[in-house]
């Protein structure tokens, strides 16, 4: 068998040095309506910040003044978002910043559903890594504007692979206890304890669509194999068979019955998919030297990490019509683990020790960082 544990390892758990240029430029792609924004009330300064941001960090949106959407009103009593035809009105309790913000990520959400056709993403948290050194990594939230941050773990261990359950559940590979495990925690209250611990490695647990499945790398029977395990029984089907190989880092498809995968069976980490009920499985990418972080969005496309001329990309791909439809979706950089949002246009990603939000769909290389603040943040994973 040849020995390719610590290179897998090594895609889990190394952080990107290489640094990239992201150019920020609103305005390009579909055209964006203004909207302009005239608010009082509790924290309305607050209130009007945090719309602003989420609002054009949606794609469909620009702030300023003599918008084509007017928001008006006050901020813990009601609000109106109006333009184009359409009338918004929204009433949400606020009585201090922290509640301003959150009533404004609500009233964005509703904005983009009514005067764009897009499911919101504000109110969606993110659950990250925040590495203190080799062997320590805390998981913390925020939310997609980068505020709110709060440290949910304090074990002073290396954890890594933060996948959400549900929307208040996380599954991760924690150390708490020397090797790896995975765990469980309740990202409201911190509550966390072990899942599943099998002898060697145990990592990538990811959940199926339903929630009834997920989809685990194992090494108790010899080199680190793909596995699907029974949420409720913890019985285990063994999906893939390659004693040559190591597998890693599985999403499932949007119907529970694929799984999407790597391997570095051809020599070199590649996406391969898997059929869940069968156990066929066929080889997804060739190009690039590594490719790599895959998640499956539920429009049925993948994005993905890929590394070409020494330095990873961002990439999307619809797994139906192959390599030939992977789109680049930023430059050249340290671009890694890429985390679909719930409007299956927006990917929150990891690059220089920072986390940043990529629109996929604008025509070049668009990344908002979510917050700046010094450490080594990476492993972001979106609920949804």
Known sequence: MRKTLPAICSILLAFPLHAATVIDVVGRGNAKDTVSIKVDGVSSAIFAKTLKKNLELSGCFLVGDGGAISVSGTVGGEVSASGRGKVLRFTEQASDDASARMAARKL???????????????????????????????????????????????DGKAAVGPR???????????????????????????????????????????????????AIILSFQGNPELYVIDMASSRWQRMTNTPNASEGQPAWSPDGKKIVYVSDESRHPQLYIVDVATKSSRRLTSKGTQNVDPDWGGDGRIAYTTKRGGQSQIAVIDPAEGEASARLVTGPGSWERPSWARDMRHVVAGRDKALFVVDTLEDGDEARQLFVSSGNWCNASWSK
Do not use: M
């Open 164 to 214: 959400w359950k549900d929307g208040n559940t996380v599954l991760y590979t924690g150390f708490v206890n020397g090797g790896p495990e995975i765990w469980e925690i309740d990202v409201n209250t911190g509550r966390h304890k072990p899942r599943w611990n099998f002898k060697g490695l145990s990592t990538g647990a990811a959940v199926s669509p339903d929630g009834t499945k997920a």
């Open 108 to 154: 964005s959400d509703s904005i983009c559903e009514t005067f764009a056709g897009q499911k919101g993403f504000a109110c969606d948290k993110v659950v990250f890594l925040s590495r203190k050194g080799p062997d320590k990594a805390e998981l913390c939230t925020c939310y997609p504007d980068g505020q709110d941050i709060k440290q949910i773990t304090a």
